[in-house]
């Protein structure tokens, strides 16, 4: 059993900093990239940021210069920081973890998510 968990949202005021934990654990067979997706109400979800295990990272177009996604100390650990947020970055934030199977397979799995919200 894979357990992921994520935590740090909080509400925030416009050009403020937040920053975002992520810890995956459990029957992990090989974890080989970890990031974050993010959903507001009434949209599809987004992906934000990802990191592989040997440091390639990935952003989206809409956070590019203000989110920075880093590995943690611990193993199978990351963080998101957010800086310069906006209204629009208000959305419920959902860690994952990319584990690759015996066979080969990838399967994705999730946080329960964390509620961030931009708002003066």
């Known amino acids: 059993q894979v357990q992921v968990v994520e935590s740090g949202g909080d509400l925030v005021q416009p050009g403020g900093s937040l920053g975002l934990s992520c810890a995956a654990s459990?029957?992990?067979?090989?974890?080989?990239?970890m990031g974050w997706y993010r959903q507001a109400p009434g949209e599809q979800r987004e992906m934000v940021a990802q990191i592989t295990m040997i440091g390639i990272t990935n952003y989206a177009d809409s956070v590019k210069g203000r989110f920075t996604i880093s590995r943690g100390k611990a193993k199978n650990t990351v963080t998101l920081q957010m800086n310069s947020l906006k209204p629009e970055d208000t959305a419920v934030y959902y860690c994952?973890?990319?584990?690759?199977?015996?066979?080969?397979?990838?399967?994705?799995?999730w946080g329960q998510g964390t509620q961030v919200t931009v708002s003066s």
């Open positions: 994952y973890a990319l584990d690759s199977s015996a066979s080969g397979s990838t399967t994705y799995y």
């Open positions: 459990g029957s992990i067979f090989s974890i080989y990239a």
